[in-house]
């Protein structure tokens, strides 16, 4: 792999890392609830992100799925908290 | 892997523009979370990352790897498009659950609408201030 290539990636990978870490400010001191699922939400998907570009610099598939994965739980736990909050219980 | 030397330049300097810019959209997007000040500001800049940014690096996985390998590789695209489908749906979750939260708090929020299409009870009369999801909270 190039020195232009490997130089983006760990530019991006730097980017999605800092966004995390501002997310998870966000997390800690958010004032309400829905504030902590969003930054929640938000992390899910740059960790996504990380390991997407991860499959790109390591040249594997196995990081693809995961990363669909991650995704499809981030999902999936988001809007289980969020009806949460608007029901007070998931699974009616 | 073995052919990794071989990538043109004409397709690594797309690809890196493209990365750098997803970082940059989703740093911006992190940013936008953290400074904005009301919730229903916050809810706008996550969608800079789950949209643009991850078509940016979907698109820059895909050029590169389909420039690597021996054929093109496009699965890449099924998060982006999954995205689309379940970004939606949690952001007006979310958003109900706020609006719900805050005329709960009794904050000023606009007032529930009179139940007409879509709701799941419609016994309450038009103007009652029992707010749809709500009354058998615990």
Known sequence: MSTLMIAAIFFALSCYALALAVSLFRLFHGPAAQDRIQALDYMYINGMLMILVLGLRYTSDVFFEAALLVALFGFVGSSAMAKFLLRGEIIE | ?138
């Open chain 2, 1 to 138: 892997m073995s052919s990794s030397g071989l990538v043109p330049l004409w397709v690594q300097i797309p690809a890196a523009l493209l990365l750098v810019s997803s970082g940059l959209l989703a740093l911006t997007g992190a940013v936008g979370v953290l400074r904005l000040k009301d919730f229903f500001q916050r809810m706008h800049p996550p969608a800079l990352g789950a949209t643009l940014g991850t078509w940016c690096a979907c698109a820059a996985s895909m050029i590169y790897l389909s420039a690597t390998g021996s054929q093109p590789v496009i699965h890449t695209w099924l998060i982006p498009i999954f995205l689309a489908l379940t970004m939606p749906v949690t952001t007006l979750l979310l958003a109900r659950a706020a609006l719900f939260r805050r005329r709960q708090a009794g904050a000023n929020v606009p007032p529930p609408q009179s139940r007409g299409t879509g709701s799941r009870r419609t016994a309450h009369a038009a103007g009652s201030i029992i707010v749809d999801p709500g009354d058998d909270l615990p």
